[in-house]
T-cell receptor
Framework: AQRVTQPEKLLSVFKGAPVELKCNYSYSGSPELFWYVQYSRQRLQLLLR??SRESIKGFTADLNKGETSFHLKKPFAQEEDSAMYYCALKSGNMLTFGGGTRLMVKP | KAGVTQTPRYLIKTRGQQVTLSCSPISGHRSVSWYQQTPGQGLQFLFE???????NKGNFPGRFSGRQFSNSRSEMNVSTLELGDSALYLC?????????????????FGQGTRLTVV
């Protein structure tokens, strides 16, 4: 069975500091991984997916199959990045989510 | 284009009652998935419907059921409500063909229905 773990429930950084939100997964097949973000009072929305290897809002995430990780990184955090971040693994059309990490960016 | 619409946004029900939640997917999307979000358990997959057929099912009791109509709209039903069913229920739609490409892999979420069981 697949599993996604986000070890930090809360991550607090100052504006301009680097950010790394950790995500580890366990899955027997070839993983398809995503990061979703939920800003205050907004719906859950896709931030980025590993297959496109894109950078969105300055965030990047690299799939490391050896370490079974898909950490989300941003070199310089902004206050508007404050939100809940969920790592998710897709199997078929089912998403398995991690517990989420609340990122707080302080001025 | 219009996003995923869930109705109602809020519901208060009494233990033992049943409830039906509705989800209208994005036009052209044929897959609708339902998730339960609680502070303790996080986001958990309930089931997925594609072309009116349940294609995937999570680990929830039989009190949780759903269906999908020919226009891809979906309903979720919970019978014999328990206090622990209080949660935010999210619906997500996608093209759902299952092929691994950028267009088909993205799930779009609704705002959710917040169910409170008292």
């Amino acid at each position: 069975a697949q599993r996604v773990t986000q070890p930090e429930k809360l991550l607090s950084v100052f504006k301009g500091a680097p950010v790394e939100l950790k995500c580890n997964y366990s899955y027997s097949g070839s993983p398809e991984l995503f990061w979703y973000v939920q800003y205050s009072r907004q719906r859950l929305q896709l931030l980025l997916r590993h297959i496109s290897r894109e950078s969105i809002k300055g965030f990047t995430a690299d799939l490391n199959k050896g370490e079974t990780s898909f950490h989300l990184k941003k070199p310089f955090a902004q206050e508007e990045d404050s939100a809940m971040y969920y790592c998710a693994l897709k199997s078929g059309n089912m998403l398995t989510f991690g517990g989420g990490t609340r990122l707080m960016v302080k001025p | 284009k219009a996003g995923v619409t869930q109705t109602p946004r809020y519901l208060i029900k009494t233990r033992g009652q049943q409830v039906t939640l509705s989800c209208s997917p994005i036009s052209g999307h044929r897959s609708v998935s339902w998730y339960q979000q609680t502070p303790g358990q996080g986001l958990q997959f309930l089931f997925e419907y594609f072309s009116e057929t349940q294609r995937n099912k999570g680990n929830f009791p039989g009190r949780f059921s759903g269906r999908q109509f020919s226009n891809s709209r979906s309903e979720m039903n919970v019978s014999t409500l328990e206090l622990g069913d209080s949660a935010l229920y999210l619906c997500a739609s996608s093209l759902g063909t299952g092929q691994l490409n950028l267009r088909n892999t993205e799930a779009f979420f609704g705002q959710g229905t917040r169910l409170t069981v008292v």
